[in-house]
Nanobody, 123 residues
């Protein structure tokens, strides 16, 4: 059973940075992909980006391209979301998830989800 645990959320001032981590355990699929999503109150879950465990493939939503960077450490089974130039509208619960296939942009394509970590950006 795959377990995903996010960490690194918190309160930050606008313009600041945070790095979220997602530690994965119980993985058995070498070519799966990890995605990052967020959900603000009253809004749908939003795709931010994804990275495959093998190869140089990363994908980003246009809304965060250039500010957010996804990376991975295969030895630690951990993926990261580096968030820079944060804005109050980035306030949300951030989730990581694992997908075995698909376009990686649709939350419905993901098979496993973490519990989420709160990010709050103050103005």
């Amino acid at each position: 059973q795959v377990q995903l645990v996010e960490s690194g959320g918190g309160l930050v001032q606008a313009g600041g940075s945070l790095r979220l981590s997602c530690a994965a355990s119980g993985r058995t699929f070498s070519n799966s992909a990890m995605g990052w999503f967020r959900q603000a109150p009253g809004k749908e879950r939003e795709f931010l980006g994804a990275i495959r465990w093998t190869g140089p493939y990363t994908y980003y939503a246009d809304s965060v391209k250039g500010r957010f960077t996804i990376s991975r450490d295969n030895a630690k089974n951990t993926v990261y979301l580096q968030m820079n130039s944060l804005k109050p509208e980035d306030t949300a619960v951030y989730y990581c998830a694992e997908a075995l296939s698909g376009s990686l942009r649709n939350p419905g394509e993901y098979d496993y989800w973490g519990q989420g970590t709160q990010v709050t950006v103050s103005s």
